[in-house]
């Protein structure tokens, strides 16, 4: 059975015309520093500081930390991989309306 709540930190990488942006990379652009991120982090990089120098997400500067949020709480896309993580898992490159993103369930 699935938990009710994770939590969980991420790194968001916007491009131009992707929801809220302010960001001027292109998509193509985005997806090539977020998986450069992704081979850094399984390198053994540590996330939150990757996080704080790179996420284009306000919780950046926190680490990436979203906090714990329920169900129902985040984009389907982004949901679906926060809860399908075990605890100290990192995702693969996940693509929302917001950009890309990687996410590492914290609890």
């Known amino acids: 059975m699935s938990p009710s709540q ?63 949020f329920p169900r129902g709480a985040m984009v389907p896309e982004f949901e679906k991989a926060a809860f399908a993580l075990e605890p100290g898992q990192t995702s693969d490159v996940v693509e929302t309306a917001f950009g890309y993103h990687l996410i590492q369930r914290t609890a």
């Open 6 to 68: 994770v939590r969980a930190s991420h790194i968001l990488l916007m491009y131009a015309g992707s929801m809220r942006s302010s960001a001027s990379r292109s998509k193509d652009e985005a997806k090539t520093q977020i998986e450069s991120l992704k081979g850094e982090i399984d390198g053994g990089a540590d996330f939150a500081e990757l996080a704080r120098k790179h996420s284009d997400c306000p919780s950046g500067q926190e680490g990436g930390d979203l906090g714990a």
